[in-house]
T-cell receptor, first 110, second 117 residues
């Protein structure tokens, strides 16, 4: 599986967009990018995933570069409840084996 | 009930005890997982069951014994644990199968926090 690199921590002001980057320069053609988040002491929560097109749902937007070597998760209007650890995972679709790294700890402040 | 339910939410046990963690999902999924999360460490995948068959066992010590009697229930039987096994144990489920199946979209439970004395 392709390895991902994320900054260990980020800050964001409430109401502003939070842009969380992920580098996956060794991604292969059939690997998807998945994003999850984990609010303190809770189970992780699925956010969004994509292959090569940008994706948007009610939680976030996922922007994948044309060469697919990096992506950005965008929370358009961050709230205090978005404070969490965000995980970027690259995985072939259809495999039952998600490996979580250290993620990015996002702190949203008033 | 909907989602993934884990019981108990908190468990304290001695090193000689035998206990079990239970996970139940009402999502119609056919793959279930156990993850372990120790303090300040990333989640570690322990076991994966797909269609009630164990398909992954990540070198987990034998003092942890999983059981999947049907696609809705998953157990983790614990015996002669060590203090370093104290952690948050997370259960998850997903659709299983090949490409396009959504197998990597996991729904997690709230976890069972285990303390071994």
């Amino acid at each position: 599986d392709a390895k991902t690199t994320q900054p260990p921590s980020m800050d964001c002001a409430e109401g502003r967009a939070a842009n969380l980057p992920c580098n996956h320069s060794t991604i292969s053609g059939n690997e998807y990018v998945y994003w999850y988040r984990q609010i303190h002491s809770q189970g992780p929560q699925y956010i969004i995933h994509g292959l090569k097109n940008n994706e948007t749902n009610e939680m976030a937007s996922l922007i994948i570069t044309e060469d697919r070597k990096s992506s950005t998760l965008i929370l358009p209007h961050a709230t205090l409840r978005d404070t969490a650890v965000y995980y970027c995972i690259v995985r072939v679709n259809g495999y039952n084996k998600l490996i979580f790294g250290a993620g990015t700890r996002l702190a949203v402040h008033p | 009930e909907t989602g993934v339910t884990q019981t108990p939410r908190h468990l304290v046990m001695g090193m000689t005890n035998k206990k079990s963690l239970k996970c139940e999902q009402h999502l119609g999924h056919n793959a279930m997982y156990w993850y372990k999360q120790s303090a300040k460490k990333p989640l570690e995948l322990m076991f994966v069951y797909s269609l009630e068959e164990r398909v992954e066992n990540n070198s987990v010590p034998s003092r942890f014994s999983p059981e999947c009697p049907n696609s809705s229930h998953l157990f983790l039987h614990l015996h002669t644990l060590q203090p370093e096994d104290s952690a948050l144990y997370l259960c998850a489920s997903s659709r299983g199968g090949g490409p396009g199946s959504g197998a990597n979209v996991l729904t997690f439970g709230a976890g069972s926090r285990l303390t071994v004395l």
